[in-house]
């Protein structure tokens, strides 16, 4: 089964750091881009960050960099989404995609995990 999960999410105190995992059950994603996107309620789903297939480039939205960072495992099946110093403004569900590109559009992705909670508390 095609699938991504992911993992990690939980809750914090502004300033405080978290580490959400994306685990891809199927060994083409290896070659395939991820993407982290957030949807907290009532808004529309946004970009956070992207890692291209090869693990050589990142990519952040403004809201987001200097704070998180993207990195995968050797073998390409998992991909990590590294957050520090966060902010109640970060609060929403976190989800894992992956596509042929790293790009910032959401169309863009051919799978998608379930979603993991985040909640940053001031």
């Known amino acids: 089964q095609v699938q991504l999960v992911e993992s990690g999410g939980g809750l914090v105190q502004a300033g405080g750091s978290l580490r959400l995992a994306c685990a891809a059950s199927?060994?083409?994603?290896?070659?395939?881009?991820r993407g982290w996107f957030r949807q907290a309620p009532g808004k529309e789903r946004e970009f956070v960050g992207a890692?291209?297939?090869?693990?050589?480039?990142?990519y952040y939205a403004d809201s987001v960099k200097g704070r998180f960072t993207i990195s995968r495992d050797n073998a390409k099946k998992t991909v990590y989404l590294q957050m520090n110093s966060l902010k109640p403004e970060d609060t929403a569900v976190y989800y894992c995609?992956?596509?042929?590109?790293?790009?910032?559009?959401?169309?863009?992705?051919?799978?998608w995990g379930q979603g993991t909670q985040v909640t940053v508390s001031s």
């Open positions: 995609a992956a596509g042929p590109s790293a790009g910032i559009r959401g169309d863009e992705y051919n799978y």
């Open positions: 199927e060994r083409t994603f290896s070659t395939y881009a």
């Open positions: 890692i291209s297939w090869s693990g050589t480039r990142t």
